[in-house]
């Protein structure tokens, strides 16, 4: 078994959570480092993040810094005399004097098997593009965007229909493994830290609202990627029309690709109850749950009974996109694991 050693946890949602508690099963944790408290939920209150939720429930000194790249939080880790640095979704690029100060530097948990999907939201991207298998990668840090050599991957099958939400949990427990098994192994030297190769890599970059405006003209398959990739949050929608009245943004929250050599126009509803279908460019898409703007969540057979979706209404591009939607329950269900610049 390697030697305890000493390590500062960065991170900062929910999908941190595991690997954070795992780390303290393995080395003496000094201190734990997240962003600040943010105003969220419809009241806007300041929450605190997951991470120092579970680093006081733990016991754990937290440190939540404004800015990175002051020169303060690098004479605070120096402080903290710490073998390593184990980063996992912390949500801002580290500059290199922060990347330098422990002995063996800063280890990232990256949520894809590196070099594909670097950047801020490999989980999603991995979903969108209709990936099967995705994983953890262990790298060390550098100044480039997740380009550093990798200790360890660990992977797992995406599983039919599995949402951005489902698949960030149990990635979640996947970093926590690789906490376990394979963090003390390369703190200890070892482990060989293998330099990806760059010709084979793909971006993750950050989505935003409007990367959840469906377009039908797509295939049933693509849109079902997509709307799996962005739920619960940011969300995948279009605009509702009953006839030529437009009835709100509808966010689809869970849909399959189905009857895939069946043609309809993009867009139209079918309702052949209880099931909920649209067509689209190639194929037809099952809602199986969806939500009218100001409205909760239903099932298909609730959105059929209560008149949300009726027979020829259609789904057509949103002209703008819809505002936010409130807060989950389980932050895990809104992640990034890239480090988006400070």
Partial sequence: MAARFRAVFFGTPEIAVPALRALCEVAEVPGVVCQPDRPSGRGMRLRAPAVKVAARELGLPVHQPERVRSGELQRWLQEQDADVALVMAYGRILPPDVL???RRGCLNLHASLLPKYRGAAPIQWALIEGETQTGISLMQMEEGLDTG???ATRSLPIQEEETLGELSARLADLAAEVTRLD????VAGDLEAVPQNDAEATHAPPLTRADGQLDF????????WRIRGLSPR????????RGDEPRGT???????????DVSEPPGKVLIRSPRVLVGTGEGLLEILEAQLEGRKALGARDLVNGRVLAEGDELAL????????AAPDSPASSVTT?????
């Fill in 100 to 102: 330098a100060t422990p």
């Fill in 149 to 151: 050599p990798v200790f």
């Fill in 183 to 186: 963090v003390p192994r390369a």
């Fill in 217 to 224: 003209r797509q295939t049933a398959e693509q849109l079902a």
């Fill in 234 to 241: 940011p969300g995948a929608y279009g605009t509702l029309l």
């Fill in 250 to 260: 509808l966010r689809i929250l869970r849909a399959r690709a189905v009857f895939r």
């Fill in 318 to 325: 949103a002209h703008a996109p819809p505002p936010p939607a």
């Fill in 338 to 342: 890239g480090e988006p610049h400070d």
